[in-house]
């Protein structure tokens, strides 16, 4: 299977939206500190995602992204289809030129297995991922650290004020 950077991240950023749908509006910038994910990469992503109605942009002070509709209406299989990520196994790209033009003798094979991931990823929503206990633990150790993180700057500010 060939499921590049740009199918996995979209997938973790859609997550992470998830996981913080709570919070409100998620800007890109917590999400890329989070997912360690550059910035301009997830600008690609959800523009994307918001031209396939996946999620809506919030403008202003306080704005950011938020889920389109619910976590249970939104499935893997979704995010990889809107940022035109192919699941597909075969050597051609299913072009069914695999032999200088001609169909090898596995491509039906990996066709097929093609089709079996897209439909098992179809099943997956998002609400699915938030309620693993496993996910919840990361989600909540990202938490943490972007808050130490957060907590480390404003010392350095304070210190570098007080030299003054």
């Known amino acids: 299977m060939r499921l590049t950077t740009k199918g996995r991240y979209a997938v973790t950023a859609m997550l992470d939206l998830a996981l913080h749908e709570d919070d409100g509006p998620i800007s890109l910038a917590d999400i890329s500190q989070r997912q360690e994910i550059s910035l301009s990469y997830l600008e690609q992503l959800f523009s994307k995602l918001r031209k396939?109605?996946?999620?809506?942009?919030?403008?202003?002070?306080?704005?950011?992204?938020?889920?389109?509709?619910?976590?249970?209406?939104?499935?893997?299989?979704?995010?990889?289809?809107?940022?035109?990520?192919s699941l597909d196994t075969t050597r051609c790209g299913g072009a069914g030129d695999c032999q200088g033009g001609e169909i090898?003798?596995?491509?039906?094979?990996?066709?097929?297995?093609?089709?079996?991931?897209?439909e098992f990823l179809s099943n997956?929503?998002?609400?699915?991922?938030?309620?693993?206990?496993?996910?919840?633990?990361i989600a909540e150790n990202q938490d943490r650290k972007?808050?130490?993180?957060?907590?480390d700057v404003v010392d350095q500010i304070?210190?570098?004020?007080?030299?003054?």
Request: with cysteine.
């Open 52 to 85: 396939n109605q996946l999620v809506s942009s919030v403008r202003g002070p306080g704005g950011g992204y938020e889920l389109k509709d619910s976590a249970n209406s939104i499935f893997i299989a979704q995010i990889i289809d809107a940022v035109n990520e």
């Open 104 to 118: 090898c003798l596995t491509h039906y094979l990996w066709k097929d297995l093609s089709q079996q991931i897209h």
């Open 124 to 137: 997956i929503s998002l609400a699915d991922l938030v309620e693993k206990n496993e996910i919840r633990r």
């Open 146 to 151: 972007k808050e130490l993180i957060a907590a």
């Open 158 to 164: 304070t210190l570098s004020a007080e030299s003054l």
